[in-house]
């Protein structure tokens, strides 16, 4: 999967793309991040990204020309699957779209800032539109992040054991089960016995029993789903 993410602060990628599961992933070849600095195809004499909105109000609005330049010069390369926009008022994420989004050959993540950008790109050129939750953040780029994440640790060969995406919570509409490890008494608090009986089939129920609780306590509306 190549993914290109289109962005005012490119740095601030580094810390999240070359540590653990995202490093490992790109070192196997699994997963190519390109980082493009929405200012390099800025064309007025400042490098202005962003300028006034026509009507008045606060803020500023990022122009259509640098995004639109940017867009069109990686789509001359490849097709892309989507373009993705982060917004806060776009759909909020959430694990069926990162397995479907985990599927694609080539997405553009694009970083919105400011009072957001000019509407003609978001009709024209964005394909999806994705939020991360119902709070704002001070633009795109931390969503964008989390969304490479989830998307990444699904592709195939990325995760040493293959079927553990499987078992994450919200997998199955469905909160993992507890864990623990060594020690099995750690200052007087124990484990469940039944993870040490070493009866398989009993621990399997367990877990699912556990799973169901969790859900019922912690994300009641996932059941109603
Ligand atoms: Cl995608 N962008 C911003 N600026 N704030 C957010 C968000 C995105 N998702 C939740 N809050």
């Given at each position: 999967m190549r993914i290109d993410i289109i962005t005012?602060?490119?740095?601030?990628f580094a810390g999240w793309f070359d540590h653990s599961i995202v490093k490992r992933a790109r070192k196997k070849g699994l997963a190519e991040i390109h980082l493009h600095n929405l200012r390099d195809f800025a064309t007025s004499k400042h490098r202005n990204v962003d300028d006034y909105p026509f009507g008045g109000g606060s803020g500023m609005v990022m122009m259509a020309q640098p995004i639109a330049d940017c867009i069109d010069h990686l789509k001359k390369e490849r097709n892309y699957d989507e373009v993705i926009f982060l917004t806060p008022d776009g759909e909020i994420f959430n694990q069926p779209m990162t397995n479907k989004l985990s599927l694609a050959e080539n997405l553009i993540m694009l970083c919105g800032h400011y009072?957001?950008?000019?509407?003609r790109i978001r009709e024209h050129y964005v394909t999806m539109e994705v939020s991360i939750g119902n709070y704002v953040l001070s633009g795109g780029e931390l969503a964008a992040a989390v969304i490479c994440n989830s998307i990444i640790r699904l592709?195939?060969?990325?995760?040493?054991?293959?079927?553990s995406a499987l078992d994450?919570?919200?997998?199955?509409n469905l909160i993992s089960p507890p864990v623990y490890t060594r020690p099995a008494n750690f200052n007087g608090l124990k484990v469940p016995d039944v993870l040490l009986s070493g009866n398989e089939a009993l621990i399997r129920q367990w877990r699912s029993v556990q799973a169901l609780l969790r859900t019922r306590k912690r994300r009641p509306g996932m059941l109603e789903d």
């Open positions: 005012i602060f490119p740095e601030m009072k957001g950008v000019d509407e592709i195939p060969g990325v995760l040493s054991d293959e079927t994450d919570s919200f997998q199955d």
